[in-house]
T-cell receptor
């Protein structure tokens, strides 16, 4: 059974710092991995999608990497800003097909202090 | 392009009642998935519909059901509500099931 773990559960940093959020999964047979952001009481905003054949994806100040063999992904946020404060979730698509079933980690709640 | 919309945004129901939630996917998306989010269990997959057929199902009791219409809009129904059904219910749409886009959610409170 696939399990997704995110460490740390919470993180507080001063504005301007670069930071790394971690995601690990127990079964390397994934189709892709997706990172999301969730603001309190809101839905999820897709940040980055990494296909299983890719090693990383970049969007602006965000960079996500994927190492399937070790069951790990990281989300790197450069020059953090107070507006980055939110909960970050990683999710994996299990198996070899693109069926719409995501397995989520518990999330990392990030606070960026001005 | 309009995003995923969910109605209603908030609901308060009493134990034993039933509820229906609605989700309109992004235009052109044929896959709609439903998730339940609670503080204790996090985000858990309920089911997925693709072209009006249930393609995947999570580990929830039969009180939770859904359907999808020919225009890809989807509804989720929960019968005989329990206190533990209080949660944020999120739907997500996708063209194929791969990259998913989420709606704002429906906050259900069961009293």
């Amino acid at each position: 059974k696939q399990e997704v773990t995110q460490i740390p559960a919470a993180l507080s940093v001063p504005e301007g710092e670069n930071l790394v959020l971690n995601c690990s999964f127990t079964d390397s047979a994934i189709y892709n991995l997706q990172w999301f952001r969730q603001d309190p009481g809101k839905g999820l905003t897709s940040l980055l999608l990494i296909q299983s054949s890719q090693r990383e994806q970049t969007s602006g100040r965000l960079n996500a990497s994927l190492d399937k063999s070790s069951g790990r992904s990281t989300l790197y946020i450069a020059a953090s800003q107070p507006g980055d404060s939110a909960t970050y979730l990683c999710a994996v698509h299990q198996g070899s097909s693109n069926t719409g079933k995501l397995i989520f980690g518990q999330g990392t709640t990030l606070q960026v202090k001005p | 392009k309009a995003g995923v919309t969910q109605t209603p945004r908030y609901l308060i129901k009493t134990r034993g009642q039933q509820v229906t939630l609605s989700c309109s996917p992004i235009s052109g998306h044929r896959s709609v998935s439903w998730y339940q989010q609670t503080p204790g269990q996090g985000l858990q997959f309920l089911f997925e519909y693709f072209s009006e057929t249930q393609r995947n199902k999570g580990n929830f009791p039969g009180r939770f059901s859904g359907r999808q219409f020919s225009n890809s809009r989807s509804e989720m129904n929960v019968s005989t509500l329990e206190l533990g059904d209080s949660a944020l219910y999120l739907c997500a749409s996708s063209r194929t099931g791969a990259e998913q886009y989420f709606g704002p959610g429906t906050r259900l409170t069961v009293t």
